[in-house]
């Protein structure tokens, strides 16, 4: 199958899956990213997680 890999951006505050992010690299670093989070309704840092 196609290697499309589905990440997961956790907001790190309250654990909350918030984003979904299609990746077809293989080669992908844990990427932090400041989101809004609807949960905690402010920017919070999100970390990628693999689904
Ligand atoms: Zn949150």
Redesign the pocket.
Known sequence: MADRIISILQ?T????K?YYHASNKKKEKKIEIKKF????RKH?LHKMVKS
């Open positions: 907001c505050v309250c654990k909350n918030n989070c609807k949960k905690c919070t």
